[in-house]
């Protein structure tokens, strides 16, 4: 385990020793009642604490990712093609079609985070209080049904409309991949897994580029080819939607797939994050906590800068590559490699992030390639000839792509608590949603064919994201030195090791155990993993940097 127990008569409670004391006198203690509250706890309560193998546990992963892993690839596949066919659609003659002026087009790359970002308060809440495999399945329906409706809009009204509908539905889909990532697997193995199904952004890319290519050769005197792309897109959504509904547990404890042993090592295998699995419980102390952590706007910051860069470059990516002279349906194709870069970099960084088990260091080395391929978009000139150097420029700045599945992972790793883990990712997706909103209108299609002003604005993004890279451990640091003094208060030692990141090979020689013996070092009761605790009063919480 994380701890030894803490010697007899000494104080488990938390709240005396909490080392963050701005935090503690704002907050209220938890009641009795609720350091059972994670439903983790009382199913181990329930069904009684299991003894199991390095190979027993390596098979009940492999049935994790096989189930849970491909449905999180789809959901945000989907939710990505959707959001992204409007750039898909912007070199099909979607702004002559709709009669929108510049500015419009960019309302509408905006109007979808206004929905995201109104609805996020909403989306913490559902998700504590409702089953996240239900939830989540839901919402890829409904914002299907809107993308297919977007066929119907022929106007800026009713396209912004849409839009903002699209978003709203849609402001549950990258809180619930996190929330799902922190259910089923350890901290550990968090980094890879956010990766992968954050690299369906890269996917989409190559997908939705190639599927516009071949969408985009239909005539019609009835129907504008941005109509079919929407229509199609759409249509493929709620069709998955419906197959996630069907396939999708709420949590272990409820994987029905799963035999009740398999059930057991799934949840008691997470007892070493130290954040808990699921409560549906909503604790205001810890949404308030959220507000007063130092850590929500950090990550808030970061994310902000670098949704800035890419909602800009996002929306107005095909537009740029067109006006280095290319064809419209030259451009589209282009977009490919940016895709495949995005795939390969958001998987890289994540590798070796774990590897290295330096998250913030990884970052701001990534940062380096969207700030070299800006430079290069800034400083080449358009003549003709330098087209390859512009793509090139391009290309690196499609890195970008890898930083945000990191921002997620790492908020996620570093926050402790069913409710406060959800309100701390809500207050990075309003992060997201205002970066998104602000950067479409840093571009615009007066400024082209060099789009200077938003090409500076997103170089700014990306220096300001590798220095935050290189500072935010620092504090981590800092908050990781507390704990283990607080640790020493109550009589446990300072130094613990934090199991939920050791790798594979690292965590075989001790797991099989007397089940006795496993009894005697620690219980459901007196073991902070399953007792609701944010990560700042929780002094068995280590920060990862």
Excluded at 103 to 113: A, D
Excluded at 381 to 388: C, E, M, S
Excluded at 527 to 538: A, E, I, P, V, Y
Aim: proline letters at 4%; aromatic letters at 10%.
């Amino acid at each position: 385990m994380a701890s030894e127990p803490s010697e007899p008569g000494s104080s488990a409670m938390v709240e005396h020793v909490d080392p963050i004391s701005a935090v503690r006198a704002a907050s209220n203690a938890a009641p009795p009642e609720t350091v059972l509250a994670d439903k983790a706890a009382k199913f181990i309560s329930e069904h009684g604490e299991i003894a199991f193998s390095y190979e027993d546990e390596r098979a009940v992963l492999k049935r994790v990712d096989m189930r849970i892993l491909p449905l999180l690839l789809g959901a945000y596949f989907f939710q990505q093609l959707d959001k992204s066919s409007l750039s898909y659609v912007s070199i099909f003659g979607i702004i002559q079609d709709a009669n929108l002026a510049s500015h419009e087009y960019s309302w509408l790359g905006s109007i979808l985070y206004f929905g995201q970002l109104a609805f996020q308060p909403l989306a913490a809440f559902l998700l504590v209080r409702l089953p996240t495999g239900k939830v989540i399945g839901t919402a890829i329906v409904l914002w299907g049904a809107s993308e297919a409706l977007l066929a119907a809009c022929t106007s800026f009204s009713s396209l912004v409309a849409v839009r903002f509908l699209l978003g709203a539905f849609e402001a549950l889909i990258a809180p619930s991949c996190i929330a799902i990532t922190q259910m089923w697997w350890r901290r550990s193995e968090q980094t890879l897994r956010t990766s992968y199904w954050n690299a369906m952004n890269g996917v989409t890319q190559i997908f939705g580029s190639l599927v516009t290519y071949g969408l985009g050769h239909i005539m019609s005197n009835t129907i504008y080819r941005y109509q079919i792309i929407f229509l199609f897109c759409g249509t493929l959504t709620v069709l998955y939607g419906i197959i996630f509904l069907v396939l999708m547990p709420d949590s272990p404890m409820e994987a029905k797939y799963m035999s009740e042993r398999e059930q057991l090592i799934a949840v008691e295998r997470l007892r070493a994050n130290q954040m808990g699995v699921a409560s549906r419980k909503w604790r205001w102390d810890h949404a308030l906590e959220t507000l007063l952590d130092l850590k929500t706007w950090l990550w808030f910051l970061i994310m902000t800068s670098i949704s800035i860069a890419s909602g800009g470059i996002g929306t107005f990516g095909n537009l740029i590559v067109k006006d280095f002279g290319y064809t419209n349906f030259n451009a589209i194709l282009f977009n490919i490699p940016f895709g495949v870069i995005q795939v390969v970099s958001t998987i890289g960084a994540a590798a070796l992030a774990t590897k290295l088990r330096r998250k913030g260091l990884v970052l701001a080395l990534v940062s380096l390639f969207p700030i070299i391929g800006t430079i290069l978009m800034i400083t080449v000139p358009r003549n003709g000839h330098t087209k390859g150097v512009l793509l090139f420029g391009y290309y690196l700045v499609s890195f970008l792509g890898a930083i945000t599945p990191m921002i997620f992972t790492w908020q996620g790793q570093n926050t402790g608590g069913d409710t406060k883990k959800k309100t701390t990712t809500a207050v990075v997706i309003t992060g997201m949603c205002a970066g998104n909103i602000i950067g479409p209108h840093l571009f615009d299609t007066k400024d082209a064919p060099l789009y200077r002003p938003g090409l500076i604005s997103a170089l700014v993004q990306f220096a300001f994201v590798g220095v935050m890279g290189l500072l935010i451990p620092i504090y981590l640091m800092f908050l990781n030195k507390r704990h283990g003094k607080a640790r020493v208060q109550i009589g446990k030692r300072a130094d613990i090791v934090d199991e939920s990141m050791l790798k594979r090979k690292e965590m075989q020689q001790p797991q099989e155990r007397d089940l006795e013996q496993k009894q005697q070092e620690t219980s459901v009761e007196d073991d902070n993993g399953f007792q609701d605790r944010s990560d700042l009063k929780n002094e068995d919480f280590i920060y990862v940097y």
